[in-house]
């Protein structure tokens, strides 16, 4: 059981730290004027990232199934885990976001060079430029932090982002628990988690994409400057952070919440 819940959490931290790191590779995009080709490099991080939350739910339902045979096993606490899995992975990427930045800035060049991914990664895994890896290694700032507060925060779109983080972080795992409460809807509760992570993704969409791909043009064209766009990625990354946490409080209601409804779904 220890090693399961060891594996799914170190999927859950792989999956939050690179869809953090995905802002870097868009700001490496922006940066080499390149958004382009830095976006189907995103496409593909998130591609990873969503493979590892199938595999993640899988897993995390032989838990469950587990939980309903043996009274023994806690398993909000197991839940609860996962989720600081989540936080720390968030707070790795933060921690990496200025070496990734450099490092994709590299990667957007040899994409355009080779056209196309595979030709990209061969190109990567030779030993003269894995060795170059530590050339990009960059250390982080509080300066970053810093500007964020001087310059002031967009609260308002950081409470949006740190919501449907947390709806989407919370997802998977409000259903599978909602499906061990006692009950007679346990398959139908196990399901409810793409409802959940639709709702969040729908919201993401029609509330946060815009307003990044707005400004993202506006800098792209000096309409506005670099730094205006560094200060959204910043709040992206910190209300993503705290998103993670807020998913620990609503874990329960959100399961509660399930079960209630999926009698009349």
Request: with cysteine; net charge positive.
């Amino acid at each position: 059981m220890i090693e399961r819940i060891i594996l799914i959490s170190s999927l859950t931290l792989i999956i939050h730290a690179a869809e953090t790191l995905s802002y870097a590779v868009r700001m490496a995009g922006i940066r080499t004027g390149k958004l382009a080709i830095a976006l189907s490099l995103t496409g593909m991080i998130v591609l990873v990232s969503r493979t590892s939350n199938i595999a993640q739910g899988t897993m995390t339902g032989k838990i469950v199934d587990l939980a309903k045979k043996h009274s023994g096993i806690h398993l909000i606490d197991y839940f609860r885990i996962i989720l600081m899995a989540a936080s720390i992975g968030t707070l790795l990427a933060i921690a990496l976001f200025p070496s990734f930045v450099a490092l994709s800035s590299r990667m957007v060049s040899h994409l355009e060079q080779a056209g196309s991914i595979p030709r990209m990664a061969k190109k990567l895994f030779r030993s003269n430029l894995l060795l170059n890896f530590f050339y990009y290694l960059r250390m982080p700032k509080w300066e970053m932090a810093r500007r964020l507060r001087d310059n002031g925060m967009p609260k308002r779109f950081m409470l949006m982002n740190c919501c449907v983080t947390a709806i989407y972080t919370v997802g998977v795992l409000a259903a599978l628990y909602a499906s061990y409460l006692p009950g007679n809807f346990s398959t139908g509760a196990s399901q409810a988690s793409g409802l959940i992570n639709g709702l969040a993704t729908i919201m993401l969409t029609l509330l946060i994409d815009p307003h990044v791909a707005l400004l993202t043009d506006k800098v792209l064209r000096k309409e506005a400057k670099l730094a205006s766009i560094n200060r959204v990625f910043g709040a992206l990354m910190f209300s993503r952070f705290c998103g993670t946490l807020l998913a620990q409080i609503i874990l329960l209601p959100a399961a509660y919440w399930i079960k209630s409804i999926v009698p009349y779904l």
